[in-house]
């Protein structure tokens, strides 16, 4: 295996580790403000539980995802025998 495809892996699975790690942040963050929010009263909870996720969970997820499928496609097209599909 070259050295273009291990080094192109490393990066997406390094990108992909970094979106988790700030996925653990944000939904450690929501459960700080579930507590904190039900120290005020069932009405404050319920206004902070009903509005997540919020949009950067969406965003990460959505990074996640679209990563995933980069290396996918990056592999087909670095290793063309290996994924069964034939090289231009």
């Known amino acids: 295996m070259s050295d273009e495809v ?9 990108v992909q580790q970094e979106h ?6 944000l939904i450690e963050q929501y459960r700080a ?3 904190e929010a039900e120290e005020n009263g ?7 539980v009903s ?3 919020g ?3 969406h965003v990460l997820t959505t990074h ?3 990563t995933w499928l980069v290396l996918q496609a990056d592999l087909a097209r670095l290793m063309p025998e ?6 231009d």
């Open 6 to 14: 291990l080094a192109r892996i490393d990066q997406l699975l390094q």
């Open 20 to 25: 988790h790690r700030d996925l653990a942040d």
């Open 33 to 35: 403000m579930a507590f």
């Open 42 to 48: 069932p009405e404050a909870l319920y206004r902070v």
């Open 51 to 53: 509005g997540l996720p």
């Open 55 to 57: 949009g950067r969970y």
């Open 64 to 66: 996640l995802r679209e």
């Open 82 to 87: 290996e994924s069964g599909i034939e090289a």
